[in-house]
């Protein structure tokens, strides 16, 4: 027995897909839309990248008069982006895949058609949010669909509000999609699973932080010349 996998129809109608898997049917075309999600998503961090999000640093480069540096350094910021749109998308799709498939002992098979909804998801929301920045004419730091800007009201720490930008209404509706796909093919209790699924976005958006209040860009770059 065979199924077409049709993305944005399990994505809303995932009982269908849960059902077909369960019968043991032979998913077909899988391959060609994970190959649609890596290249959308290689397309969209290229292009974030060369519209000038989060390049302000190479800004005085240009700034200073050295044109052919600054291009260079325009070149190797988009190769730098594409390869960690790379490893981004690889990261959801194999090693969550693998974290999931050991803890809840669903098949790795299955944990990766859910995941490719999940990395979808992310791609969506940043893709939503470069919308928006480019419709305005300027960027912020903070996803309009976190709770980054509300925290960054009150708060006045970086890593907090970094850490509650990276949980968003599309990190609820993943951890919702999750929770729905693998209790079906796991006996693990319904609380249990929901806690280890939050406590992983809890754990991914502590180390999200973490990387963004780090100078990184400026340790590769040789650091910013002093003002």
């Known amino acids: 027995m065979f199924f077409e996998f049709r993305f944005w129809k399990y994505l809303f109608n995932r009982n269908d897909l ?3 898997l369960k019968n043991d049917a032979t998913m077909r075309d899988f391959q060609s839309r994970v190959w649609f999600v890596a290249i959308f ?7 974030r990248d060369i519209w000038g999000l989060h390049t302000e640093e190479l800004t005085y480069i240009f700034v200073n008069g050295f044109e052919d540096t ?5 070149i190797v910021s988009l190769i730098g982006t594409i390869i960690w749109s790379i490893l981004y998308m690889g990261f959801h799709f194999f090693v969550i895949a693998f974290i999931l498939h050991k803890i809840t002992a669903v098949e790795l098979s299955k944990v990766a058609i859910l995941q490719l909804f999940v990395v979808a998801l992310l791609l969506i929301e940043k893709a939503f949010n470069f919308f928006l920045y480019a419709v305005v004419g300027y960027a912020t730091d903070y996803s309009v669909l976190s709770f980054g ?7 006045e720490h970086s890593y907090v509000n970094y850490f509650f930008n990276e949980l968003s209404l599309i990190t ?5 999609i999750q929770l729905h796909f693998l209790r079906a093919f796991t006996t693990m209790s319904a609380r249990n699973l929901f806690l280890i699924l939050l406590a992983i976005q809890l754990i991914l958006a502590l180390i999200t932080a973490g990387f963004e209040v780090l100078p ?12």
Not at 216 to 227: A, D, K, L, R
């Open 41 to 47: 998503g290689v397309l969209l961090y290229a292009l």
């Open 172 to 176: 609820g509706l993943i951890i919702a």
């Open 18 to 20: 849960i059902a077909s």
């Open 149 to 155: 800007p509300l925290a960054a009201t009150f708060i």
């Open 70 to 74: 600054f291009t260079i350094a325009r």
């Open 216 to 227: 990184i860009q400026s340790w590769v770059e040789g650091g910013t010349p002093n003002e």
